[in-house]
């Protein structure tokens, strides 16, 4: 019953956008929704929200500032919210060059500053580039290890001994494992739930799983069970963090730019841009986006 001179207003429906990030084929990429005006919604109605578009995570724009190109955002997937996206963040960046013109961003997240560039590459697809937090990366201790092969059901073999399992922030942190064979890293079958345990005991977002087909090209798979989600097609956060691990271990080409190929075992090829940034101990992700 309603009292009288009271109204009991409906929650705002948001306007949700979908764009696939790291691909200018809509049919490639990794799909986030995007909110541009999420001011009205509270932590319960965004998380609602996320779920019902049922993609690894969708962005949330809760302050804005248009003329100065300054942005609150916030990033849920269907289960939680996480600090930090790459993929919804290139997805939004994209969504507002398309509305705002191309140019520089800035995104306040819960993981901190995170700067943009926006604009048209030769084919005219619109292009984002992220700056990533200060990376940061540790050798992953045996137990850490242990655990997480018994639930990729991998054993110490499957692994590459020139890229040794570290656990790498790059806003978030994750596992970082690098797969002996290409065939090891196409046949991922891992134990949903039992990942998931493991990765809530060590606060990880995703595993990063790769195989370095040269020093200029991986292939990377990232499995996202405590998000509610099997797989991310492309994970630009990982790349972030892998970047930086790939810094520690002196193990970057000479330019300082390599390529991550990711989605391609579950029929969305994704690609990423990925490039140090010298003397900041930063990294650049850069990828375009298009909206389905």
């Not at 995104?107 to 990533?132: C, H, M, P, Q, Y």
Request: hydrophobic share 45%; glycine share 10%; net charge negative.
């Amino acid at each position: 019953m309603t009292t009288p001179g009271t109204s009991s207003a409906p929650a705002p429906v948001p306007d949700v956008l979908r764009y696939t990030a790291f691909s200018a084929d809509p049919s490639g990429g990794n799909p986030a929704g995007v909110v541009l005006d999420a001011r009205a919604l509270g932590d319960d109605a965004m998380l609602a929200v996320a779920a019902e578009v049922g993609y690894s995570e969708s962005a949330f724009v809760t302050e804005r500032d248009d003329a100065a190109r300054r942005f609150r955002i916030r990033f849920f997937s269907p289960l939680a919210e996480v600090d930090f996206c790459g993929h919804a963040t290139v997805a939004t960046a994209v969504a507002l060059a398309d509305r705002l013109g191309e140019g520089p961003l800035v995104f306040a997240t819960n993981a901190g500053e995170i700067t943009l560039d926006t604009g048209k590459d030769a084919t005219g697809a619109v292009r984002a580039t992220l700056t990533s937090v200060p990376t940061r990366t540790r050798p992953a201790a045996d137990v850490e290890l242990d655990q997480a092969l018994a639930a990729l059901r991998w054993s110490r073999a499957d692994l590459d001994p020139l890229l040794p399992p570290h656990v790498a922030f790059g806003g978030v942190e994750h596992l970082v494992l690098g797969v002996a064979t290409r065939e090891r890293l196409r046949a991922l079958d891992y134990d949903f739930d039992g990942l998931a345990e493991v990765m809530h005991r060590h606060g990880w977002t995703t595993l990063q799983l790769v195989w370095r087909e040269s020093e200029e090209l991986y292939h990377a798979r990232d499995p996202f069970p405590i998000g509610g989600v099997v797989e991310d097609a492309a994970t630009g956060a990982a790349a972030a963090a892998f970047g930086g691990y790939l810094r520690e271990l002196g193990a970057l080409p000479a330019s300082g730019v390599f390529t991550i190929r990711q989605g391609e075992d579950m029929g969305r090829p994704s690609t990423l841009t990925v490039a140090s940034v010298p003397g900041t101990g930063r990294i650049r992700v850069s990828g375009t986006a298009v909206r389905l």
